[in-house]
């Protein structure tokens, strides 16, 4: 039986391998920064920029990354990036490596780190059993909304105990 793998095809799966291992060790060096934080501060401007992409993005789910500082237990945004959901999925999502990669280089030039993951829910904003999986390796807060209404937002942090907590989500009216 022969392969239908072309050599392009072969070229094209090493390089997509290689660029997820390199997003995954870079997720590692982000884990070694545990979130602990109570609040988390999301300008209503980029509230918007969320609900926006969540509304193109519907009915699947829809992907964000957010970044800023951690002040006295509060995160702060200060950034978020909206990729695509490559799974184009109503139950899931993943960014494409190499966005993702992208992305860390970007957080770490404006000298932020990653403070949440935000995505969307066919269901109420709660975190999925497959969410609370992916909250083990990447402990940021996790703010989920549902599709059927975007502008109800919800953050959740994983505990070191296996716990979640609600986090007390503080909308701004203009970026600091």
């Known amino acids: 039986m022969s392969s239908s793998l072309t ?3 072969k070229f094209s799966i090493h390089s997509f391998r290689k ?11 982000y884990l070694v920064i545990m979130l602990d934080v109570d609040r ?10 969320l609900i926006e992409h969540a509304q193109k993005s519907a009915p699947n789910e829809s992907v964000a990354i957010i970044s800023g500082v951690i002040q006295d237990r509060t995160a702060i945004t200060k950034q978020v990036f909206t990729p695509n959901n490559v799974d184009q999925s109503t139950v899931s999502f993943t960014v494409d490596p190499h ?9 770490e030039e404006a000298e932020q780190q990653l403070i949440g993951i935000f995505h969307t829910h066919p269901a109420p904003p709660y ?20 599709t ?17 907590k609600e986090i007390e989500l503080l909308i701004q009216n203009k970026r600091e």
């Open 40 to 49: 988390f501060i999301l300008p209503r401007t980029f509230l918007s920029i």
């Open 7 to 9: 050599p392009r095809t």
């Open 19 to 29: 660029s997820f291992e390199q997003a995954y060790l870079i997720s590692l060096f």
């Open 127 to 146: 975190p999925s059993g497959t969410d609370r999986r992916f909250m083990e390796v990447n402990p940021y807060v996790w703010l989920i909304s549902s």
């Open 148 to 164: 059927a209404n975007p502008e109800k937002v919800k953050g959740f942090l994983l505990q070191k105990d296996g716990s979640l």
């Open 99 to 107: 966005t993702l990669l992208a992305i860390y280089n970007a957080i």
